[in-house]
């Protein structure tokens, strides 16, 4: 075990970004039947607007991913369990408000979008699906009612190299570290980025440090946070 001083902890919080868990569709429970024989993969959550982040990650898709699912988006967790990654899938959001981007770094609770009915929504919901993957492979999706409560309170220890800076300003994220280089992502303002690396880049306003995102491996300037202290990251 590490030293709790060091540890940089994740939390989790309900999709309405509280820590009291928001009620169910009537029908909308996990493993409730639908036509066809198959069995709801996910809960539909009722009762707020705006839709948060459950845990920090990667979000790995963000637009219509289906004609079922509507608007949706995918944050990949920054720790795998039992070798498997984990992602939390949302539906059904509300067309033209989203406010994460694929290859966005998010933090448990921030804003990704409004509560909608777009897809085969039965009425406004959250659909929270969690599923894990293993090489590609869907091994299985969980009941996000029980899965949400247990994670609840439970800190996730990350490494001491994976380290977190609060953005002062909304920042790019590049493939390369230079201005020059093509956007991939971003941090909005007041957002604690999730960092594993830096290096010396494009000199801007008298800085030339650079953070490597943890999650996407974009490059963000230094200058755009509130410290730019590479203290227990990794100089590539
Ligand atoms: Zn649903």
Known sequence: MRPACCEERITTVWGNGLATRPDVSNGGQFG???????THAGADFIGYSELRAIEPGNVTFAGV????????????LPN????????VVRMHIQPGSLRV??????????????MGESGNAQGKC???EVRFFRGGQLVKTVDPVTWIANRMGQPVPMPASIQQRVS?????????PSRQAPIR???????????????????????DIW??????????????????????????
């Open 101 to 114: 981007m694929r290859g966005s770094q998010v933090v448990a609770g921030q804003p990704i979008g409004l």
């Open 65 to 76: 991913l289906n004609s079922a699912a509507g608007v949706s988006v995918a944050i990949d």
């Open 32 to 38: 409730a039947p639908r036509p066809g024989g198959r």
């Open 185 to 207: 992502g971003s941090l909005a303002a007041g957002i604690a980025g999730t960092f594993n690396a830096f290096t010396r880049g494009e000199m801007v306003e008298g800085n």
């Open 211 to 236: 953070f490597r995102g943890h999650f996407t491996g974009l490059w963000f300037w230094s200058g755009a946070f509130t410290s730019t202290s590479t203290q227990g990251l990794i100089k590539v």
């Open 126 to 128: 959250d659909h929270v």
């Open 168 to 176: 002062k300003a909304f920042v790019n994220g590049r493939v390369a």
């Open 80 to 87: 795998q369990i039992d070798g498997q990654i984990v992602t």
